[in-house]
């Protein structure tokens, strides 16, 4: 199976970039049950090299805390790419100065971990009318 917009299918595409096993599930299961073509990597450094080979996505579900290569770090390199995917921040921490760190990093919005229906619903539907 491909990754991003290299499929054919119309649905949303979205990313999950998280290193714990459980939260990629859970995310991957919500995201899907809503209608979007969902991936899964472990780290940022997986999303530049997904974006490097030419992949994109119309959206990203970035973890703040992981190995090899941050959140922060990764959104910043995706920027510096030039990558307009909504990036949304994904975080366990709830203290305003790491979430403002992580939104200057180059986030749309970010979230407190689990992500739920309440939370991205109204973010899918200005996705689905854009497109």
């Known amino acids: 199976m491909g990754f991003g917009k290299h499929s054919s299918s119309s649905k949303i595409s979205a990313l999950v970039v998280d290193d714990d096993t459980i939260i990629q599930k859970i995310h991957k299961a919500l995201l899907t049950k809503l209608g979007l073509?969902?991936?899964?990597?472990?780290?940022g450094k997986e999303v530049l090299d997904l974006y490097r080979s030419g992949t994109s996505f119309d959206l990203i579900f970035m973890d703040m805390e992981m190995p090899i290569m941050d959140g922060l770090e990764a959104t910043k390199e995706l920027r510096a790419m030039g990558v307009q995917s909504i990036i949304m921040g994904v975080t366990s921490r709830d203290l305003d100065?790491?979430?403002?760190?992580f939104m200057a990093s180059g986030l749309n919005d970010c979230y407190t971990k689990p992500?739920?229906?309440?939370?991205?619903?109204?973010?899918?539907q200005k996705l689905?009318?854009?497109n």
């Open 115 to 124: 992500l739920t229906i309440s939370k991205i619903g109204s973010l899918l």
């Open 128 to 130: 689905k009318k854009k």
């Open 97 to 101: 100065l790491e979430k403002e760190a």
């Open 37 to 43: 073509e969902v991936n899964v990597v472990a780290n």
